[in-house]
């Protein structure tokens, strides 16, 4: 980048409502297995995702009522604003400034629908100025939080001196559906949960770690592997092809492709910080970056205390790792809709 941005902090949120995954499969249990035939088999994904608990935006209850669109929205925007205030105002407090001193926002979020923004919404709350920049970007599923902060720093690049503060917010558990009788939905209801991530990006003055480059790979074809499908009652998950086989086939090569334009080989990376899609796919990963089983701890860690919470999701990884003591380059990667992977470069400062 022309002007060296820097990560000021990274924090995170999540809502009040804690669910042990036991008591998760009990509720499945007792919602699909009367109605679907292979539930006993599908079950034991609750016990192999690697995941112990999550936080939902609403109480256990709210989810087994019959809810539509409207409903379902109406949770998102509420549950999203308090999270983006929630995650953001760490970061700043962390950064030492206010939201009077950001001049751009950047919102990532693809679980519901906001016009105006969820930016908009808390503008008056977060003390933002009437001239801050607002960008909200949809539809980048999982590697959102990745793509949200390369785009971030890209916007801090370009306006030297400027701060920009990066918001990934997912609710994830909206789009839990007792409705859609369907593999990929029951799936779901095991692995989602709902939190927020927020970064600060600047230009001026010291910070965490240095944004040495970013980088996108999206594979032709391959639409079906994940998204949202689009009913009466809400979204729906899609996964129509298997997702850890994918990346172990496809990930090291795209990673390499984007390392090799800036000069660099996946020898040059201390750290790779994944998004924690599931137990398997962080075997998956491990195989296909050929890393020692067990590498991809912090992911694991995320993964057993937040499920998966799409987009902010990686940077809750790399919030563990700058907690933790980032090594000298972090390569922060993830894949999402598209079917796409986003990558940034992280160099610890000195």
């Known amino acids: 980048m022309s002007h060296q941005v820097k990560l000021v902090s990274v924090s995170t949120a999540v809502p009040p409502n804690l669910i042990h995954q036991r008591d998760a499969a009990k509720v499945a249990h007792a919602s699909f297995s009367a ?13 192999s995702s690697g995941i112990l608990k999550r936080y939902l935006v609403k109480p256990l209850d709210w989810y087994l009522q019959p809810l539509g669109w409207a409903e379902r929205n109406a949770a998102y925007l509420d549950g999203a604003c308090a999270l983006f205030v929630a995650a953001a105002s760490k970061a700043l407090a962390e950064a030492g400034l206010a939201g009077s001193d950001i001049d751009t926002v950047v919102t990532i979020s693809s679980t519901g629908l906001a016009t105006p923004g969820i930016d908009a919404r808390v503008a008056g709350q977060m003390g933002f100025r009437t001239d801050v920049e607002r960008v909200p970007v949809f539809g980048l599923g999982c590697a959102g939080g990745v793509t949200g902060l390369g785009l971030g720093a890209r916007l801090a690049a370009s ?3 400027s701060n920009v503060l990066v918001v990934a917010v997912e609710l994830c558990s909206v789009a839990f559906r007792l409705d859609k009788l369907t593999k990929e939905n029951i799936v779901a209801t095991a692995l989602f ?5 927020a970064c600060v990006l600047g230009s001026a003055g010291d ?25 009466d009652s809400g979204l729906g998950v ?17 990673l390499q492709t984007i390392l090799g334009r800036n000069g660099l080989g996946l020898d040059a990376v201390d750290r790779f910080a994944c998004h924690p899609g599931g137990a398997k796919v962080i075997t998956a990963l491990e195989r296909a970056l050929s890393l020692d089983q067990g590498t991809l701890n912090h992911e694991r860690g995320v993964l057993a205390d937040y499920g998966n919470m799409s987009a902010p999701t990686a940077l809750f990884v790399l919030d563990r790792l700058v907690r933790d003591g980032l090594p000298p380059r972090t390569l922060l990667t993830a894949m999402g809709p598209g079917f796409t992977a986003s990558c940034v470069s992280l160099q610890a400062a000195a």
Do not use: C, Q
């Not at 949960?193 to 991530?197: C, E, I, N, V």
């Not at 910070?207 to 009913?231: C, K, N, Q, Y």
């Not at 899609?238 to 795209?254: Q, S």
């Open 35 to 47: 109605r679907y035939d292979d539930f006993e088999r599908l079950v034991k994904v609750f016990e």
């Open 207 to 231: 910070g965490i770690a240095a944004v040495e480059f970013s980088g996108h790979h999206t594979w032709p074809e391959t639409l079906d592997i994940m998204g949202w499908s689009v009913d």
């Open 238 to 254: 899609i996964f129509d092809r298997a997702i850890p086989p994918f990346a172990e086939a496809n990930i090291a090569p795209a």
């Open 159 to 161: 306006r030297p001196g």
């Open 193 to 197: 949960g709902d939190g927020a991530a």
